[in-house]
């Protein structure tokens, strides 16, 4: 079992940065492809970023490419989404999620076994 813990959602102007966290625990970290979605009121859930166990790889939504950055450091159990330049359509709640599998789709949310509750990005205009 994984237990995933985000942190660092807040209400931002258009623009502006913002960086999440996702704290895991209960397993050896770096055996996770770890992911991060999204969803927003009334929509369906959205992939927006992946990172692979060691780190050497990562994946991006079309819509977040250029704007976000997914890293992560094994050693303190985290990975990070760093988003820039924020847009309303970016209000969602954002999710982090793990993987342990070595061959998946990291932007299918079904692959993912673990899930965090969430932290709620919100974007003013």
């Known amino acids: 079992q994984v237990h995933l813990v985000e942190s660092g959602g807040r209400l931002v102007q258009a623009g502006d940065s913002l960086g999440l966290s996702c704290a895991a625990s209960g397993r050896t970290f770096s055996n996770y492809n770890m992911g991060w979605f999204r969803q927003a009121p009334g929509k369906e859930r959205e992939f927006v970023a992946a990172?692979?166990?060691?780190?050497?790889?990562?994946y991006y939504a079309d819509s977040v490419k250029g704007r976000f950055t997914i890293s992560r450091d094994n050693a303190k159990n985290t990975v990070y989404l760093q988003m820039n330049s924020l847009k309303h359509e970016d209000t969602a709640a954002y999710s982090c999620?793990?993987?342990?599998?070595?061959?998946?789709?990291?932007?299918?949310?079904?692959?993912?076994?673990?899930w965090g509750q969430g932290t709620q990005v919100t974007v003013a205009s």
């Open positions: 999620a793990a993987v342990q599998r070595r061959t998946y789709i990291p932007g299918n949310w079904n692959a993912y076994d673990y």
């Open positions: 990172i692979r166990e060691s780190g050497s790889r990562t």
